[in-house]
């Protein structure tokens, strides 16, 4: 069982940035993939960002095409947290954010890929 704690959203302004964070329970936090997902009003849950598991000493990231060259997702398997880190935003990022997980491996982009999910952090850009 894996739960998840998203933090560090807000109000901001077009062209500045926020840093997501996503606590996560559980003593095999490593060998989980990590997302993190939107979703804006009346719109379905879109991917934003994965994070897999170790393998070997490669890491592999992936990003939906919206927010490739301006967002990031890191991970700290010791603490163990998530983050994203979100650079020169855009009024159509302005979206509830959620952290997923799921132990697994490959290129998850899909909502139901993913097992555990966090209650979502509001991030709101202005134009």
């Known amino acids: 069982q894996v739960q998840l704690v998203e933090s560090g959203g807000g109000l901001v302004q077009a062209g500045g940035s926020l840093r997501l964070t996503c606590e996560a329970s559980g003593r095999t936090f490593s060998t989980y993939i990590m997302g993190w997902f939107r979703q804006a009003p009346g719109k379905e849950r879109e991917f934003v960002a994965s994070t897999s598991s170790i393998s070997g000493s490669i890491r592999y990231v992936y990003y939906g095409d919206s927010v490739k060259g301006r967002f990031t997702i890191s991970r700290d398997n010791a603490k163990p947290t998530v983050y994203l880190q979100m650079n020169m935003l855009k009024p159509e990022d302005t979206a509830v954010y959620y952290c997923?997980?799921?132990?697994?491996?490959?290129?998850?982009?899909?909502?139901?890929?993913?097992?555990?999910w966090g209650q979502g952090t509001q991030v709101t850009v202005s134009s």
């Open positions: 997923a997980a799921v132990a697994s491996t490959g290129r998850l982009m899909k909502v139901e890929e993913y097992d555990y």
